[in-house]
């Protein structure tokens, strides 16, 4: 199957500092891009769809300019998350695709961040 | 709102037998179907996408879809403890962009 890799894995931070999550398709270029987040024992949350070349489309009630998301490549996108507080405390994770439209979507490890 | 409903468990099977999860959405229009599992504290693993009506096997999993009545469900045969995790129903349609639409989950355990 297709590859998406995210860097960090896990990263710990202070409150008002800002952290960047790299996601990037190994093996294939992907025009979009999804960001989720999830809670613990709780389901996957979109948070944005990440276009190449254009601006992200946001999910209602994701703040786009807390997470902000950039895709300047067909292989890569990242999410910054600016004045991170506690509560962004989550695991955010990546998916693309190989093919545009119906197919199928392929997820990186993910990212857990810690606030302090 | 367009949905996808899952049992959230937890189901519990011997070791053995064959599990089976089950998922129905509410959009008619929906055109693509996968099951992702995911292990505690992992991301999502595609095991299986679906397409067209019936059944799609890949070894021990067999995926089935009935459009008709908009449920689509996975069998997991000969179940191993490897095999417990939450497995995530996932559809896509036409609209939004392809949007891809996550049930919450069904927690399996296989007891050995």
């Known amino acids: 199957g297709a590859v998406v890799s995210q860097h960090p894995s896990r990263v710990i931070c202070k409150s008002g500092t800002s952290v960047k999550i790299e996601c990037r398709s190994l093996?294939?270029?992907?025009?979009?891009m999804f960001w989720y987040r999830q809670f613990p024992k709780k389901s996957l949350m979109l948070m944005a769809t990440?276009?190449?070349?254009?601006?992200?489309?946001?999910e209602q009630g994701v703040e786009k300019d807390k997470f902000l998301i950039n895709h300047a490549s067909l292989t890569l996108s990242t999410l910054t998350v600016t004045s991170a507080h506690p509560e962004d405390s989550s695991f955010y994770i990546c998916?693309?695709?190989?093919?545009?439209?119906?197919?199928?979507?392929?997820f990186g490890p993910g990212t857990r961040l810690t606030v302090l | 709102q367009k949905e996808v409903e899952q049992n959230s468990g937890p189901l519990s099977v011997p070791e053995g037998a064959i599990a089976s999860l089950n998922c129905t959405y509410s959009?008619?229009?929906?055109?693509?179907f996968f099951w992702y599992r995911q292990y505690s504290g992992k991301s999502p693993e595609l095991i299986m996408s679906?397409?067209?009506?019936g059944d799609k096997e890949d070894g021990r999993f067999t995926a089935q879809l009935n459009k008709a009545s908009q449920y689509v469900s996975l069998l997991i045969r000969d179940s191993q403890p490897s095999d417990s995790a939450t497995y995530l129903c996932?559809?896509?349609?036409?609209?939004?962009?392809?949007?891809?639409?996550f049930g919450a989950g069904t927690r399996l355990f296989v007891k050995a």
């Open positions: 679906i397409y067209s009506n």
């Open positions: 998916s693309a695709s190989p093919l545009a439209g119906a197919g199928e979507q392929f």
């Open positions: 093996d294939f270029q992907a025009t979009t």
């Open positions: 959009d008619r229009g929906s055109q693509s």
């Open positions: 996932a559809v896509k349609d036409r609209t939004g962009g392809f949007k891809t639409i």
């Open positions: 990440s276009n190449e070349g254009s601006k992200a489309t946001y």
